[in-house]
């Protein structure tokens, strides 16, 4: 006999339709920009799952585009390939030979995966290299580390975006998929790994994208992490100014995207667990949300 003390009733199921209501009239024909990271990016469940979010958003009547990065695969196929991994101040030393895998990886292999689950369920999604058609430029950097300039190699940050190329595609009723790789503006010829929460949310402004929502492995912003019960639901840029330098080495970049974004225009900016299934939906179509989402709004 099937146990159906937990099934949702028809009811409960009108009850979340309704919710929703006033989510899509907000975000009705706008642009948003998803950062798809973490673990969602190897687990087949959760990649499939995040695929049927994007088409939702899309015949939602939302504008979704996807950035993505792909540290651990890239890292796995250096492994594969005998090429040494190295990471200085965070960052991966990344050799001309190692950006070859970069490229590889990101635009050959992790885009494809990510346009393939979307293109399950239509003709829907289309690939793009950060290099292509001008959408992103940039510049290589250093870091600095015992008082002294270190070369991480083809290492950079966007300096510019022309969003056109995207623009384009949306308006064709694509769903753009972004992959984090610039070309160096000083050194023609050359591309550039590029952190992909950065490349994001440069891209939600150039955009001018109503919201931009970061996947990651954990719950959210915690105030005083490991305490599981400082979990941050809201947090206004100037607070989370404030904080950022006492946040943990790997939430930094993240949330300092989400500042970078809401400081260039974008209304609100989240960072939400990857790891539950449809967490975009649940963070964009219920009161609640998940995660943490930082907005002046806030104030």
Same mark, same amino acid.
């Given at each position: 006999?099937?146990?159906?003390?937990?099934?949702?009733?028809?009811?409960?199921?009108?009850?979340?339709?309704?919710?929703?209501?006033?989510?899509?009239?907000?975000?009705?024909?706008?642009?948003?920009?998803?950062?798809?990271?973490?673990?969602?990016?190897?687990?087949?469940?959760?990649?499939?799952?995040?695929?049927? @979010?994007? $088409?939702?958003? =899309?015949?939602?009547?939302?504008?979704?585009? /996807? &950035?993505?990065?792909?540290? *651990?695969? !890239?890292?796995?196929?250096?492994?594969?390939?005998?090429?040494?991994?190295?990471?200085?101040?965070?960052?991966?030393?990344?050799?001309?030979?190692?950006?070859?895998?970069?490229?590889?990886?990101?635009?050959?292999?992790?885009?494809?995966?990510?346009?393939?689950?979307?293109?399950?369920?239509?003709?829907?999604?289309?690939?793009?290299?950060?290099?292509?058609?001008?959408?992103?430029?940039?510049?290589?950097?250093?870091?600095?580390?015992?008082?002294?300039?270190?070369?991480?190699?083809?290492?950079?940050?966007?300096?510019?975006?022309?969003? @056109?190329? $995207?623009?384009? =595609?949306?308006?064709?009723?694509?769903?753009? /998929? &972004?992959?984090?790789?610039? *070309?160096? !503006?000083?050194?023609?010829?050359?591309?550039?790994?590029?952190?992909?929460?950065?490349?994001?949310?440069?891209?939600?402004?150039?955009?001018?994208?109503?919201?931009?929502?970061?996947?990651?492995?954990?719950?959210?912003?915690?105030?005083?992490?490991?305490?599981?019960?400082?979990?941050?639901?809201?947090?206004?840029?100037?607070?989370?100014?404030?904080?950022?330098?006492?946040?943990?080495?790997?939430?930094?970049?993240?949330?300092?995207?989400?500042?970078?974004?809401?400081?260039?225009?974008?209304?609100?900016?989240?960072?939400?667990?990857?790891?539950?299934?449809?967490?975009?939906?649940?963070?964009?179509?219920?009161?609640?949300?998940?995660?943490?989402?930082?907005?002046?709004?806030?104030?």
């Amino acid at each position: 006999m099937t146990d159906i003390s937990n099934t949702p009733s028809a009811g409960d199921k009108v009850s979340t339709l309704i919710e929703s209501l006033s989510w899509l009239k907000r975000f009705h024909g706008q642009i948003m920009v998803v950062k798809f990271g973490g673990n969602a990016m190897v687990d087949e469940a959760l990649q499939k799952t995040f695929a049927e @979010d994007m $088409v939702f958003l =899309r015949y939602a009547g939302i504008r979704p585009v /996807v &950035v993505h990065g792909g540290g *651990p695969q !890239i890292s796995a196929m250096l492994d594969r390939l005998g090429i040494q991994s190295e990471f200085r101040g965070g960052y991966r030393v990344t050799s001309p030979e190692a950006m070859d895998v970069v490229r590889m990886v990101l635009a050959g292999q992790i885009s494809r995966e990510i346009v393939g689950h979307i293109n399950e369920h239509g003709p829907l999604a289309v690939a793009f290299s950060g290099d292509d058609a001008g959408l992103f430029a940039g510049r290589k950097r250093t870091i600095e580390i015992d008082g002294e300039r270190v070369d991480i190699g083809q290492v950079g940050d966007i300096v510019a975006v022309d969003p @056109d190329a $995207v623009r384009q =595609r949306l308006e064709a009723g694509y769903i753009p /998929v &972004v992959s984090s790789i610039a *070309p160096d !503006i000083d050194h023609p010829g050359q591309s550039l790994n590029v952190n992909a929460d950065a490349a994001a949310a440069a891209l939600a402004v150039a955009l001018g994208a109503v919201k931009l929502v970061i996947l990651t492995d954990v719950a959210g912003l915690y105030s005083d992490w490991p305490n599981r019960d400082s979990l941050v639901s809201s947090i206004d840029p100037e607070s989370l100014r404030d904080l950022l330098p006492k946040l943990e080495s790997g939430m930094i970049p993240k949330m300092a995207a989400c500042l970078e974004a809401v400081d260039g225009g974008v209304a609100k900016a989240a960072i939400i667990d990857g790891r539950t299934p449809h967490s975009i939906l649940l963070e964009v179509f219920t009161q609640s949300g998940i995660g943490t989402e930082v907005s002046r709004e806030a104030l």
